[in-house]
């Protein structure tokens, strides 16, 4: 029963979906982005979704975020298939491969746990990634936002995101929101879809 309430979960649910519909669909390895690695647990899971012959790109502005995701990925045995860029995310357009075409991106905003709060993700540069991953985006392609309340600035965020996600094409692009009806402060999940246009 939990599952079913569990935003990160569902994320996690739906971007294997998409990843296995086109790896079925195309045959040949896929790409995705991980926007915000943070310890590494969804650069580990894109890894092993995108499999053997895939690729993930991941960014993070902190040293300790890259290193971390570097050994989760490496003890895993899937660290050959990932390229991390000690890097803001809004410099995506310009950091990656001009021919990159990516599956799935995923976003997990906010700041690490454990670690300074004041390194956390903000709009104005949040929106310019968003930009980038949706001009790379194949189609069938989907992004994922996890986005936060509870800390300072974490409401403005997701209120930018959410205005982000009403902005894009319809219905070129599909966008949902998803999170607690009864608890407007828990943490909200968007996903937008490309759809074949
Ligand atoms: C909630 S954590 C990510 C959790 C991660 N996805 C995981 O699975 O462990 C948010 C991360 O965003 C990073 N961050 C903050 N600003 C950023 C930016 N402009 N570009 C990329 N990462 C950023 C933080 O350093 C932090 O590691």
Redo the contacts with the bound molecule.
């Keep these: 029963m939990e599952r079913y309430f569990d935003v990160l979960r569902l994320a996690h649910d739906a971007v294997g979906r998409v990843l296995r519909d086109l790896a079925e669909a195309r045959g040949d390895g896929l790409c995705a982005v991980?926007?915000?690695?943070?310890?590494?647990?969804?650069?580990l899971f894109l890894a092993q979704a995108v499999g053997p012959r895939g690729r993930v790109y991941g960014?993070?502005?902190?040293e300790r975020?890259i290193k971390a995701t570097q050994n989760c990925c490496g003890e895993a045995g899937v660290g050959d298939r990932v390229t991390l860029l000690h890097a803001?995310?809004?410099r995506m357009a310009e950091l990656l491969p001009d021919d990159v075409t990516a599956a799935a991106v995923?976003f997990?905003?906010?700041?690490?746990?454990g670690?300074d709060k004041s390194?956390?993700?903000?709009p104005a540069?949040t929106t310019v990634?968003l930009d980038a991953a949706l001009s790379l985006l194949a189609p069938g392609g989907v992004i994922s936002i996890m986005a936060y309340t509870a800390h300072p600035g974490g409401s403005e965020e997701t209120e930018a995101v959410r205005h982000w996600c009403a902005g894009l094409n319809h219905p070129l692009f599909k966008a949902m929101e998803y999170g607690m009806a009864n608890c407007p402060e828990a943490k909200r999940l968007f996903l937008v879809g490309r759809f074949h246009g």
């Design positions: 991980d926007a915000t690695v943070g310890n590494g647990h969804d650069t960014f993070d502005v902190q975020a803001g995310h809004e995923m997990n905003l906010g700041y690490l746990p670690a390194v956390v993700t903000q540069t990634a």
